[in-house]
């Protein structure tokens, strides 16, 4: 095998660990998975008739709820990056000498992966719920994009929270503010409805403007201002997330 192959195929075998990992966790796939779809038809069947957001409340809704899915399953990959360092596992893989960069990567791949199934499912059931959006083949290929990105972003600053935490359960619980954050967006009902103060915190917080810029893309009508900020959140938190990520790795192994 060739030098240059070796990280990728020590990619490969960290993130087929991984999977593995996630798979056998019932809690891990229930929190990633299907607890976005309860939370879906508590806020759809539940409370949805009492919002008057101009369009059926699925159709309003189900952007919000996919960057749900993706922060809900935030928490068990912090707590599995943070278990890795401190029970040995990483000084194992170093004496086996395998790439450092690959206990990274195969993180936030299986965390990608996992948080794009689960919007997979928001997205059918939603279709089940009456969900009928006006986004065109572009839009759609535009919505998977911002999705896998949004995930990606996550994901490097959850590796990031893990290693920084010193135990699993703080590093469990330090994602806890990325799982609160679209509660106070736009996701439910429109920040010009809400009170002073806290409208100016959802208008300026990094979730809002990646959720409208879904829901324009989703309703056939993209947002130039909300897209540009989403991305710009995204990279940013990626870039970050990444370089905190490696700084905090290096020091720890």
């Known amino acids: ?10 990619s490969a075998i960290i993130l087929r660990r991984n ?9 891990t796939v229930f929190n990633a998975i299907l607890f ?6 508590l806020f759809v069947k539940v409370l949805g008739g009492g919002f008057d957001v101009g369009v059926p409340y699925i159709d309003y809704a189900t952007p919000g709820l996919l960057v749900m899915a ?20 990483i000084n194992r893989l170093k004496v086996m000498d395998v790439s450092r960069g690959a206990v990274l990567s195969g993180h936030v791949v299986v965390t990608a992966v996992r948080c794009v199934v689960a919007c997979a499912a928001i997205i059918g059931v939603a279709f089940l719920m009456g969900f009928d959006p006006g986004a065109s083949a572009l839009d759609w290929l535009g919505v998977a994009g911002l999705v896998v990105l949004v995930s990606v972003a996550a994901a490097w600053l959850t590796v990031a929270l893990g290693l920084a935490a010193k135990t699993a359960e703080s590093a469990g619980f330090a994602t806890v503010p990325l799982v609160m954050l679209p509660f106070l967006s736009s996701a439910f009902v429109p920040a010009d409805t809400m009170g002073t103060g806290v409208r100016q ?12 810029s879904l829901r324009g893309l989703l309703a056939g009508h993209p947002s130039g201002g909300d897209t540009a900020a989403a991305l710009a959140w995204c990279v940013g938190l990626a870039v970050v997330g990444y370089f905190w990520a490696v700084a905090t790795f290096k020091k720890r192994v």
């Open 70 to 89: 993706i922060s809900y399953g935030l928490g068990a990959t912090s707590a599995a990056v943070n278990a890795d360092m401190t029970k040995g596992v």
């Open 19 to 27: 999977l593995k990992h996630s798979l056998r966790n019932p809690t």
């Open 201 to 212: 915190f959802v208008e300026y917080q990094p979730f809002t403007p990646i959720i409208e």
């Open 1 to 10: 095998m060739s030098t240059a192959s070796t990280p990728l195929a020590d």
């Open 36 to 41: 976005p779809i309860v939370m879906m038809l």
